[in-house]
């Protein structure tokens, strides 16, 4: 039998109260059967991963018996972890739209990534921006050239990640970004056991220069009468 809680394995009464739903069979058998051998012989079994529902850290323990269902004591138990190898699903939907008014905000929208692939929720996202096109595809963890969106670059949103396939939409600070400079921004996400989703589509945005200089003022405006005709208004242009 398998369990996630070593206590099952403690006394015959601990088995006993595990009931069937834990108990290996030989459909969970990939090499090998639970067909009994003469004693001495060493038996090898190798199961299905499926079997066990999820990554986690399981114990295995294991009982003879006779023909007369006479039972043997609880063997040693021996525990194993069922490590996740799939990470999240790389993003293909990144799209950044810049405000074109004076506030210039940037937002940010995606379709959530998984933890395994598509399934389940993501660990964390991570978003970086650069002025360098191809920084963030060759040098995503050098921080001098790629940087961090954060929480506190939000003015809408979060980065707590969501279910897979939920839209994400982030708004963010304009004044982060250098008005008419061109910025790029990517994404990654990463699941609870560090594995990490390729690199998203890169964006390409750039704030709209603004302009908040008023003209300068007239200070040479002069007004004369000509021959009580026409009335001639002369001035320097700002």
């Known amino acids: ?23 290996i069979t030989n459909n969970n058998i990939l090499h090998g059967s639970l067909d009994p051998v003469p004693g001495g012989k060493t038996v090898l ?30 063997s ?9 190898t799939v990470p999240p699903k790389a993003v293909t939907d990144f799209k950044v739209t810049v405000d074109q008014t004076e506030t210039g905000n ?23 921006y650069s002025d360098a096109s191809n920084s963030l595809e060759n040098e995503w963890t050098d921080a001098s050239k790629n940087h961090e969106i954060t929480n506190d670059d939000l003015t809408e949103g979060n980065l707590n990640p ?27 996400a990463s699941d609870n056991y560090n594995l990490t989703s390729d690199l998203s589509n890169v964006e390409s945005f750039a704030r709209p220069i603004i302009d908040r200089i008023a003209p300068a003022d007239v200070s040479d405006l002069k007004v004369d009468l000509q021959q009580n005709i026409a009335v001639l208004v002369t001035f320097t242009a700002p």
Request: aromatic letters at 12%; zero cysteines.
């Open 76 to 84: 040693n138990v021996a525990k194993f972890v069922i490590a996740d």
């Open 45 to 74: 079994l190798i199961l299905d991963q499926e079997t066990f529902a999820d990554e986690s850290e399981y114990y295995i323990g294991f009982r003879a018996y006779d023909e007369k269902d006479q039972a043997s004591g609880v």
């Open 106 to 128: 940037v937002q940010v929208q995606f379709t959530a990534p998984g933890d395994d692939g598509s399934t389940g929720s993501a660990q964390a996202y991570m978003i970086k």
């Open 162 to 188: 969501v279910q897979g396939g939920q839209e994400v939409i982030l708004n963010l600070k304009g004044q982060i970004f250098e008005e008419g400079k061109t910025f790029f921004m990517a994404m990654k």
């Open 1 to 23: 039998k398998y369990s996630k809680d070593s206590k099952d394995f403690e006394s015959s009464a601990a088995w006993d109260n595990m009931g069937t739903d834990h108990v």
